[in-house]
């Protein structure tokens, strides 16, 4: 592929970063580019808000390879108590198509109370999460409709914790033990008391984002030079040498639905937006103080990471940017984000 070289690419990208503190990455075949903005590193933690939930599909993905779970389990097979109504998968949970709503019952009340200007979800723990589930009514039959929810996010890293023998407060230990340490990532975790970059909101500071009980839905940070990494590892599975890890490398970009009149497609959590020179694959996040987008495309080998330290404004322009900007490093037209928008 020929044109300009990554860094003169990634300048403009830098540039619409809303944040003090911005770093950007990209990798197409054996270039490699990575440029900051502020006093920020490679290693630099930042929060990655509902990217977490490409790192609890991998983790799915990853127990699947095993033999751990199937795709296809009930999601109160691994549950205290049982859920009334047609059966909630583990598939459904990784596709947004669970019927349930993008929050739990009764978490926007009890931040309200407890700290809605500070940290809105401390308060809400894994009891919280099955308590609300206990009373809350899916908006659709499962399979049925896509409805992105954070709660179905949740609820997933709960429900593999437990499935793998512990309890749905050891998601974070999971997440290591089977992703991060084996991918050789070292500054990624859901851990808010280590030191990270810090967000802004309004331009005003933010303190770390504490969701205990939301934790495989938004709690993971990162550096740009894990989540690079972790490109490199979903454009090339076959350079992981562990093979569950492999396996699920790989499965998380298997299509598992299309999404009506879009043309677009669902993975596990991963958007798919297809093109005739090969699929393009994306997510984003953001939390009350940060902006983070990944995407990458398989058959060319490119992929771009976008950080950022202030909370997403109105339509995402930071995340539109970064989008756009993948697809000029491919040398396509641009188009709109994908199935669900460029949710954060």
């Not at 583990?90 to 926007?108: D, I, V, W, Y």
């Not at 309890?167 to 008391?193: Q, Y």
């Not at 984003?284 to 902006?291: A, K, P, Q, V, Y």
């Amino acid at each position: 592929m020929t044109g300009p070289p990554l860094a003169d690419r990634l300048g403009p990208l830098l540039a619409a970063a809303g944040g003090p503190v911005a770093a950007v990455a990209a990798v197409r075949g054996a270039e490699r580019a990575v440029l900051f903005r502020g006093p920020v590193g490679e290693d630099s933690r930042f929060e990655t808000g509902s990217l977490t939930k490409t790192f609890t599909a991998l983790l799915l993905a990853e127990l699947a390879a095993r033999g751990e779970v199937r795709y296809g389990d009930r999601a109160d097979r691994y549950l205290p108590f049982r859920l009334p109504g047609p059966p909630l998968t583990l598939l459904h949970l990784a596709t947004h198509t669970s019927g349930l709503p993008r929050l739990p019952p009764g978490l926007l009340s009890r931040a309200v109370r407890s700290g809605w200007l500070s940290n809105p979800y401390a308060g809400f723990s894994e009891d919280d999460l099955l308590a609300s589930l206990r009373r809350t009514r899916l908006r659709h039959r499962p399979g049925t409709r896509v409805l992105y929810s954070n709660f179905g996010g949740a609820l997933l890293g709960h429900v593999l914790a437990r499935a793998a023998g512990g309890t749905g407060g050891d998601f974070p230990a999971l997440l290591a033990d089977r992703i991060t340490a084996p991918l050789g990532l070292s500054h990624t975790d859901c851990d808010a008391d280590a030191p990270q970059v810090t967000g802004y909101w309004h331009g005003r500071p933010r303190p770390a984002l504490r969701m205990p009980g939301l934790v495989a839905a938004g709690a993971v940070r990162s550096s740009v030079r894990d989540l690079l990494h972790l490109v490199g590892a979903l454009l090339d599975p076959g350079s992981v040498p562990d093979r569950p890890l492999r396996t699920a490398l790989a499965e998380v970009q298997r299509p598992r639905l299309s999404v009506p009149r879009t043309g677009a497609r669902l993975c596990l959590i991963w958007n798919l937006r297809p093109r005739p020179a090969g699929a393009l694959l994306h997510h984003s996040g953001g939390t009350r103080g940060f902006t983070a987008f990944t995407g990458f495309l398989p058959v060319s080998g490119t992929g771009l990471v976008a950080l950022t330290n202030t909370a997403p404004t109105p339509l995402a322009p930071f995340v539109q940017a970064a989008y756009g900007a993948l697809r000029e490093l491919d040398a396509g037209p641009p188009e709109g984000c994908g199935p669900l928008g460029c949710e954060t």
